[in-house]
């Protein structure tokens, strides 16, 4: 169990960071002054250097330099070489969402060309070692629990990702019965350039689980979210993936993106917006309508506020937000306000331009959205005589309804 007024990070950090690994080395030279090598070089055949796992990235650059190769990466003690890092797997490419099937009624939004997303470029046996370079609160004074902004560097290796995807995050240490963490995964909150724009970081937004235990009472906060929203500036972090085609955005720079996102769900939906509206590319400039229905409990909890309403105010024909602030605004009845109170307030215009076969949908967030929405869209689909699951078999066909929820 975890507590927040713990040291989480530094003593696990340091246990995990302690786990020996051999590199089997070939083609070393010896040729700076920094490069001050602990171990003898042999001018032909393998040199086999111990790593603590904290230093593997660093090590990897270092024999890089030095014009090595690693053929092989194993576990002090264990038989199996993991995959080498420096020179990671191919990754496994997957068509982008429009274009890896033919629907029966084409999209208008098909990407032109077949671009590639990467899968799986790290995987569990062999993650990526990222740093952690920024790790800011985004829950204003007063707003409830703990969510921050964290940004890795990963110059170090080849993992790259698209707008939409998630990457997978290995806490360190052992769960109860003794065995590794397995890995959590946490969309992504940068364009595939990173924050910095230099395609070398990524970004995730995490909530730090905390509820109730149902029996005891005792508050228990989660393993990786807590390990991650406690991450210090300088800390290691072994990544994963990355994954999903669930979630990518359209090529078409004339779509309509509705975003329905609660709380941590604005992730991709960042990304998409930075790409949308805050970066510059030559071969992307957005000119169709993007529209963001965001649910939080209080207005402290607006994640990412200043950065959206600025870009409403620079791009109000192409921008649109709605809040659902929970604990502040009143639904037409009197109770809290939840998306599927927003969307039901607009059900008539969402619906229209759900006829637009350029229009997609998107939820990201807390499990049951889905149904919230329904809630929100069905009575007004049976209006016009439609049957609502009729009517999402028909998007999902076409690859215009994209849901995450967790
Ligand atoms: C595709 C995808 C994308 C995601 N993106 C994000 C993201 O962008 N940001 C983000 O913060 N999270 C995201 N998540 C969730 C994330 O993966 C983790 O599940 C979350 O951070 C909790 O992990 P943890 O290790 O902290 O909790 P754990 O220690 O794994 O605890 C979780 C477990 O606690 C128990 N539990 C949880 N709540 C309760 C409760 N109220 N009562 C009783 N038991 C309970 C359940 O058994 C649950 O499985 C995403 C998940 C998926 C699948």
New binding site residues.
Partial sequence: M?SPSVGVTSTQTTEYGNRLFVYEVVGLSQNTDNDNLDYPIRRSGSVFITVPYKRMNQEMRRINRMGGRIVSIKPLNADTPLQVSSNPPKPQVVEPPQSNKQPTSKSMTETKEKATIPVNIYRPNNPYIGKCVENYPLVAEGGSGI?QHLTFDISGGDLHYVEGQ?IGII?PGTDDNGKP?KL????I?STRHGDMKDDKTVS??????E????ESGET?????????CHLEAGADVAITGP??KEMLLPDDEDATIIMLAT???I??FRAFLWRMFKEQHSDYKFKGLAWLIFGVPYTANILYKDDLEKMVEDYPENFRLTYAISREQQNKDGGRMYIQHRVAEHAAELWEKLQDPKTHLYM?GLKGMESGIEEGLSPFAQEQGVEWSDFVRKLKKEHRWHV?V?
């Fill in positions: 975890y969510v998630s806490p963490h959590r995964l946490y969309s909150a995730l937004c995490v909530r730090q689980l509820y109730q235990h149902p228990v906060y989660g393993v990786c979210s807590t390990y991650l994954v999903g709380g941590t769900g992730a991709p990201c995450e967790y």
